[in-house]
């Protein structure tokens, strides 16, 4: 039986519990609209085409969000963005701390 309160390993590539714990709900609150539909659609998987055609923007518009996604929630790449759209739409990243 696993050990629910047991660390997560140092060697783990990808640590959700440090994002969790780097990112509190104000960093989310700072994107615009624009950029909370872009991170939504990207916490669903969309591609960047798939952005662009769904918002009626182009790619190049995408493309040009995604890193102020991510330096305005702290994260590197898209694909802990996705992450954070995500736990911002289950209700995970609540506060100070992101818990």
Do not use: C, Q, W
């Not at 039986?1 to 714990?21: G, Q, S």
């Amino acid at each position: 039986m696993a050990n629910k309160d047991a660390p997560i390993p140092e060697f783990a590539p990808f640590r959700v519990i440090d994002l969790i714990d780097r990112l509190s709900k104000s960093r989310v609150e700072a994107l615009t609209p624009r950029e909370r539909e872009v991170i939504s659609l990207l916490g669903g998987g969309a591609s960047n085409r798939s952005i662009a055609t769904m918002l009626g923007i182009t790619e190049r518009t995408v493309k040009a969000h995604i890193p102020r996604i991510t330096d305005k929630l702290d994260v590197n790449g898209r694909y802990k963005a996705a992450v954070v759209a995500v736990l911002e739409s289950t209700g995970t990243v609540t506060g100070p701390g992101g818990r």
